[in-house]
């Protein structure tokens, strides 16, 4: 009896199979099966579901945070692929629509963000061996970052014991000459100028041209430094900001300021100020 349930087991773990599997979960990743059709371009490796969560704008219905892994043939790269769909176990839609806002849910939700995002080099204000820590994904040239930035420093000064922020750099493409900006902000830091991320939000940039060396210019000017085109476009330099970039991916992070408070995303981006004894 014992080598039948093994050979049992087998056979399912063979055809993919759980004897576990939640059904509603089976059939998200069955619909991201057919949705992938076989290409000549790249392989599918993997379809994994990174977490489920309840919604309570939709009774019912559990957004589903998937995972696509493929192999782009070409140039024998591995990519990843995230994305959310909601489903109640009957029907399956790609996004819901507030009807006072218009604006989509799904722009509204990420993954929680984990210990990797917190490294010394994205540490800006406070200590790393802080109790609490504040995580944010912003862009210079976005008017509500200009607001919540500044503040977000200022508040883990003052509370620098208990609060930890980290800074990513996420520079939307809506924001022309943004790119520009924070390549010469990573330079700043690596050369060891002290609160550049707070100078250049106190700063508040508006751009009269955005190509990248009347940006740069700006930036020289406001922050008394002297760099040109090739010292802020280096390898290294791009590097980090892709990396930044993938690092709001992985976690489907869309827009800015995107505040974490202890892993979980604060949508009010206040919540911090209320947890000071």
């Given at each position: ?13 063979a ?12 059939k ?6 057919n949705?992938?059709?076989a ?6 490796k ?6 489920k969560?309840?919604l ?16 782009l043939?070409?140039?024998?790269k ?18 819901f ?39 944010v ?18 508040f883990?000064?003052?509370?620098s ?28 830091k690596?050369?060891?100028l ?27 000017k ?6 040109t085109?090739?010292q802020?476009?280096?390898k ?5 900001l892709?990396?930044?970039?993938q690092k ?10 995107t505040l ?11 919540a ?6």
């Open positions: 009896m014992k080598s039948l349930t093994l050979k049992l087991l087998t056979i399912l773990v055809l993919n199979i759980s004897l576990w599997a939640n059904p509603e979960e089976e998200v990743l069955s619909f991201f099966k949705a992938i059709a290409s000549a371009d790249y392989e599918l993997k379809i994994e579901i990174l977490k969560e309840p309570e704008e939709a009774k019912g219905f559990h957004a589903y945070f998937v995972k696509i892994d493929l192999t043939k070409a140039k024998k591995d990519i990843s692929i995230s994305d959310i769909v909601f489903t109640n176990g009957e029907v399956l839609t790609k996004d629509l507030y009807l006072e806002t218009k604006k989509s849910m799904k722009n509204s939700l990420t993954l929680d963000v984990d210990a990797s995002f917190y490294d010394k080099a994205h540490l800006i204000e406070g200590s790393i061996e802080a109790k609490n820590k504040l995580l994904f912003s862009d210079p040239l976005c008017p509500s970052c200009m607001e919540v930035i500044p503040e977000l420093i200022h883990t000064k003052e509370n014991k208990d609060f930890a922020l980290y800074y990513y750099n996420f520079p939307l493409s809506i924001h022309k000459g943004a790119d520009t900006l924070v390549k010469a902000m990573i330079k700043a690596q050369d060891g002290k609160d550049i991320t707070l100078k250049v939000y106190e700063e508040v940039f508006e751009l009269e041209k955005t190509d990248e060396q009347s940006v740069l210019d700006t930036f020289n406001a922050m008394g430094t002297k760099y085109l090739v802020i476009d280096t290294e330099i791009r590097a980090i892709e990396q930044d970039i709001a991916k992985d976690i489907l992070v869309k827009g800015t300021p974490f408070i202890n892993g979980k995303r604060d949508m009010s981006k206040k911090y100020k209320d947890m000071v004894k």
